[in-house]
T-cell receptor, first 115, second 113 residues
Framework: NAGVTQTPKFQVLKTGQSMTLQCAQD?????MSWYRQDPGMGLRLIHY?????ITDQGEVPNGYNVSRSTTEDFPLRLLSAAPSQTSVYFC????WGAGARYEQYFGPGTRLTVT | GENVEQHPSTLSVQEGDSAVIKCTYS??????FPWYKQELGKRPQLIID?????GEKKDQRIAVTLNKTAKHFSLHITETQPEDSAVYFC????????????FGGGTRVLVKP
């Protein structure tokens, strides 16, 4: 059981480039989410999904797109990278639904630098 | 939406002393309050959580208390050890907001031997 996995671990982009951060989980969790963590700050929700085909915006969605075609995968796309998107990105998953334990399991993170 | 404030932002304690971190939330509908520990360069990991139908929960040296009326909750770590040094985050979740967690800004705890 690998839990939540993320790739890549590190990435450097130039301003204007696009890329996709990958996230996968093998716990059959319906709920998945993306957070960004800036130095000395808490985690801010970018986008989330409560199941395949369903996504919604979080607190800071601008500049990012997501899709959820399977229960396992939840990729995050940066459309045109900007220096303000330099951050550590965490993917998380949890069970969902009535009676579920809502503990969120985090992936190891992707450290992104935009120059 | 929900707003969670966390204090203090840094906390230095002597090994063996207690540490207390406090959080307030704004949405009275919030009903789930987890605490995460994040070691340097690592992912956040859940250490304890409490639901709104419970006032206090303990797990060995850590405990969380919840005051729904005042909309605040606290993390208590007793007999601190150097391995307790980390950043701690509180969070709140409202039923109406699905499973969206709103995090506090974090508290950097340093336990001095």
């Amino acid at each position: 059981n690998a839990g939540v996995t993320q790739t890549p671990k590190f990435q450097v982009l130039k301003t204007g480039q696009s890329m996709t951060l990958q996230c996968a989980q093998d716990m059959n969790h319906e709920y998945m989410s993306w957070y960004r963590q800036d130095p000395g700050m808490g985690l801010r929700l970018i986008h989330y999904s409560v199941g395949a085909g369903i996504t919604d915006q979080g607190e800071v969605p601008n500049g990012y797109n997501v899709s959820r075609s399977t229960t396992e995968d939840f990729p995050l796309r940066l459309l045109s990278a900007a220096p303000s998107q330099t951050s550590v990105y965490f993917c998380a998953s949890s069970p969902w639904g009535a009676g579920a334990r809502y503990e969120q399991y985090f992936g190891p993170g992707t450290r992104l630098t935009v120059t | 939406g929900e707003n969670v404030e966390q204090h203090p932002s840094t906390l230095s304690v002597q090994e063996g002393d207690s540490a207390v971190i406090k959080c307030t939330y704004s949405d009275s509908a919030s009903n789930y309050f987890p605490w995460y520990k994040q070691e340097l360069g690592k992912r956040p990991q859940l250490i304890i959580d409490i639901r709104s139908n419970v006032g206090e929960k303990k797990d060995q040296r850590i405990a969380v208390t919840l005051n729904k009326t005042a909309k605040h909750f606290s993390l208590h770590i007793t007999e601190t050890q150097p391995e307790d040094s980390a950043v701690y985050f509180c969070a709140a979740r409202a039923e109406a907001a699905g499973n969206k967690l709103t995090f506090g800004g974090g508290t950097r705890v340093l336990v001095k031997p």
